[in-house]
Nanobody, 123 residues
Framework: QVQLVESGGGLVQAGGSLRLSCAASGRTFSRYAMGWFRQAPGKEREFVAGINWNGGRTYYQDSVKGRFTISRDNAKNTVNLQMNSLKPEDTAVYYC????????????????WGQGTQVTVSS
């Protein structure tokens, strides 16, 4: 069993930065690929970024490439999403997720979800 708790969301102006963190419980954190999804009002949840079990490979949705960076620390059971040059269209609830996939692209129904954290980017 893995429990995920996100933090770091908030309100920021366009062009600003935020750093989301996800703390995972359990001793098997390093067995999971980790990722971040987001869901904007009236839209479907979408996969934003993923990282494999040892941090050696990452994936980014085209719309966030060059602006977002995903990283993990298996010693601390954490995964982070550094978001720079934020745009109003990045406004969404961001969810941390864990899955036992061997890749970096998490499925739409990962093994575990966090509760979500709101990110609002004002223009």
């Amino acid at each position: 069993q893995v429990q995920l708790v996100e933090s770091g969301g908030g309100l920021v102006q366009a062009g600003g930065s935020l750093r989301l963190s996800c703390a995972a419980s359990g001793r098997t954190f390093s067995r999971y690929a980790m990722g971040w999804f987001r869901q904007a009002p009236g839209k479907e949840r979408e996969f934003v970024a993923g990282i494999n079990w040892n941090g050696g490979r990452t994936y980014y949705q085209d719309s966030v490439k060059g602006r977002f960076t995903i990283s993990r620390d298996n010693a601390k059971n954490t995964v982070n999403l550094q978001m720079n040059s934020l745009k109003p269209e990045d406004t969404a609830v961001y969810y941390c997720a864990a899955d036992r996939t061997v890749g970096v692209v998490l499925p739409g129904n990962p093994d575990y979800w966090g509760q979500g954290t709101q990110v609002t980017v004002s223009s």
